[in-house]
Structure formats: structure tokens, C-alpha cells
């Protein structure tokens, strides 16, 4: 498997024309080297990533940054687990869930309080509900992704399971659109601007929102804290002027998201994140902006929750909720001196 991985990110490498950045930090024209694994760069959930890199956070830390890409947080989570990149850029359920497996990873900074995703349902569906689920195709970026996670968890809280309905691998952007456009998948769990691309052509609905902390209550039953910068327990203790850095950038951007409008974010990220329709665009980033915190430090509160949420569907979770150290799933301190 990590033979896999290597030869993936190889690939990857290959299209971003990046270097190999197996083990330590290293050097890039006198600054120190890290990789990062979004887990889909392009999606405003992540935005905070290539946001920071465009407003030069990084090179004021003097820390060069290489941003790679994987469509769904799984595969980011596997390219670090073997060794190939520093960071992921993904989301939090999965430090928790690969506690279970052995594995110390913990976000240490927390860009979002909820998950930032909504289910899109075709605009020919009467799925109103997760108890509507039953007998559906429901799209998620992989299996084992957060998709894949909300999805299951939308379905428990509704009294379903997994033989419920059927897991349709639809990745996001363009792939998620034909998707729904091609019948494939009844609706499905995704984020912007591919929801507002889909709301805006009349061609899916937003079924169920977790863009805002009051949608994400009312689903999800509190807080579900999701978006951050997550890496390896021991790098993180190995390297901790490296991390501080990258949280004193990564705070920086996101005191800016909370000061700037959406027109003004977008005007900084490339240009093809716009798919030729700037105005659409910024309004995907103003529908979802209000997810990020404005200053990377993880609400206590959501983390429990996610356990809680984990534990009402994932295998891997139940049976070993009281086992976890959520202490060891994410880390104050570099935020904290952030922002001091």
C-alpha cells in the first residue's frame, strides 16, 4: 500500500511539479520545506490553504510551503500516514478515527466549527430528510472520506444504515455535477462552490445544510468541528518551530477571511477556482465563509461532539468512544501563541 501511495503522489508531483518531500523538514533556497495534502484544494472548505499561500503568509514566516492535492481527505489521510507529506489540509473526524488504528495524528489548527459540506439532493427529488435516504444513491467524494462519514451519520441519527441505501463514489466539482446530472447518484454530500453551482443552474437543491452552526446543530446535534491543519503527533513534537510558523501564517489568513468579504477572498485565489463565473464564485465563498474561526483554536465542546458522532455509526469508533484520548486528536498550544 505505501508503494501505492508513493507511486500516487509521484504523480501528483509530476502534474504540480513538486519535489519528493519524504522524511524531515528540509530546505528550499534557505527556508525550511514542508508538504502539504489538501484534500481538495479547490474547494472553499480549504480555502484557508492556498488563501494563506497567495497573501504570502508563508514567505513572511519564511517557510516554503508546497501545496499538493487529492480529491477526497482519505487519500490525503493515507499520503500521510505513509510518511510522503507533512500536513494534511482535511478534515478533523479523521485524527479520531485513525486513533483507533494506532495512529497519533492532531490538528493543530482548527480552521472551521462545522463542516462546511451540505447535502444536494436532484432537483426532480422528493429527499427532504435523512429518513428519506432508504433506498437512495448518495454521492460522497470515496469511501471512508467525511462525505462518507456525515452521510453515515445523517442515516443513524435517522434510525438507517449503510444497506440502507447505496455509496456512490462521485468525487466533487465537476464529477459530483454530472453525477446528478446523469442520474448516478439521488443526491449527495458536497461543498462549495459545486453547491452553489448546482442551486444556481436549477439542477440540484440543498437538502440539508452544515454550512452554518445552526444547520450543523440542528443535524448533527452540536457542533462538528472539521476543516484544519492536521499532522503527525511525533513531527508535531519534533518540529515545533516549524509548526509554529505555519500556525502563525495560517492564523494571519484567517483573521483576514474574518475581516474581508467574499469578493475580496476571491479576487486573491485563482482564477480557475471561478470556472469562468467569477460572481458565482464569490457567492460560494460568501455562502460558506462563516464556517472559519478567526482564530485556529478548536472548540472543546465539538470535539466531543465528533467523538459522539463518530460513535453512533463507525465501526472503528464504537466500542472503544471511552478508549480515546481526545487530547492527543488536536493541540491549542500554536494558535494559542498566534495570536498572542
Not at 508538504?35 to 492556498?50: N, Q, R
Not at 479523521?94 to 466549527?113: E, I, M, P, R, Y
Not at 430528510?129 to 448518495?138: E, S, V, Y
Amino acid at each position: 500500500m505505501r508503494r501505492i501511495m508513493a507511486v500516487a503522489l509521484v504523480a501528483v508531483c509530476a502534474l504540480a511539479g513538486c519535489r519528493d518531500s519524504r522524511g524531515d523538514t528540509g530546505e528550499s533556497g534557505g527556508q525550511e520545506q514542508v508538504t502539504i495534502m489538501v484534500g481538495g484544494i479547490d474547494k472553499v472548505i480549504y480555502l484557508p490553504a492556498k488563501l494563506t499561500e497567495s497573501l504570502g503568509y508563508f514567505s513572511d514566516e519564511k517557510i516554503a510551503v508546497k501545496l499538493l492535492t487529492e480529491p477526497a481527505g482519505a487519500q490525503a489521510e493515507n499520503v500521510l500516514i505513509a510518511g510522503d507529506v507533512q500536513g494534511v489540509v482535511g478534515f478533523y473526524d479523521h485524527t479520531v478515527d485513525l486513533q483507533t488504528k494506532g495512529k497519533c495524528v492532531q490538528s493543530v489548527v482548527q480552521f472551521a466549527d462545522v463542516p462546511g459540506e451540505a447535502e444536494v439532493a436532484a432537483a426532480d427529488q422528493t429527499l427532504t430528510t435523512p429518513a428519506d435516504f432508504k433506498g437512495k444513491r448518495l454521492g460522497v467524494t470515496s469511501p471512508g472520506s467525511s462525505t462518507d462519514f456525515l452521510t453515515q451519520a445523517l442515516a443513524a441519527r435517522a434510525k438507517l444504515t449503510k444497506s440502507d441505501y447505496t455509496t456512490v463514489k462521485a468525487g466533487a466539482g465537476q464529477t459530483f455535477i454530472a453525477a446528478i446530472e446523469n442520474g448516478g447518484i439521488d443526491a449527495g454530500m458536497t461543498t462549495d462552490p459545486t453547491i452553489a453551482r448546482l442551486v444556481t443552474s436549477g439542477k440540484g437543491k440543498v437538502v440539508l445544510d452544515m454550512r452554518t452552526e445552526e444547520g450543523t446543530r440542528a443535524a448533527l446535534g452540536g457542533l462538528y468541528p472539521a476543516s484544519s491543519l492536521y499532522m503527525d503527533c511525533a513531527y508535531v513534537s519534533a518540529h515545533k518551530p516549524t509548526v509554529q510558523k505555519l500556525a502563525n501564517a495560517f492564523v494571519k489568513t484567517l483573521k483576514w477571511i474574518d475581516t474581508h468579504s467574499a469578493e475580496e477572498i476571491a479576487a486573491k485565489m485563482p482564477k480557475q477556482y471561478a470556472a469562468d463565473d467569477p460572481t458565482l464564485y464569490a457567492k460560494s465563498i460568501n455562502d460558506s465563509k462563516g464556517m472559519f474561526t478567526a482564530d485556529g483554536v478548536m472548540d472543546a465542546d465539538g470535539a466531543k461532539n465528533v467523538l459522539e458522532v463518530l460513535a453512533t455509526f463507525s465501526p472503528n469508533v464504537q466500542g472503544k468512544k471511552d478508549s480515546i484520548d481526545l487530547s492527543k486528536t488536536y493541540t491549542t498550544e500554536f494558535v494559542e501563541k498566534a495570536a498572542s
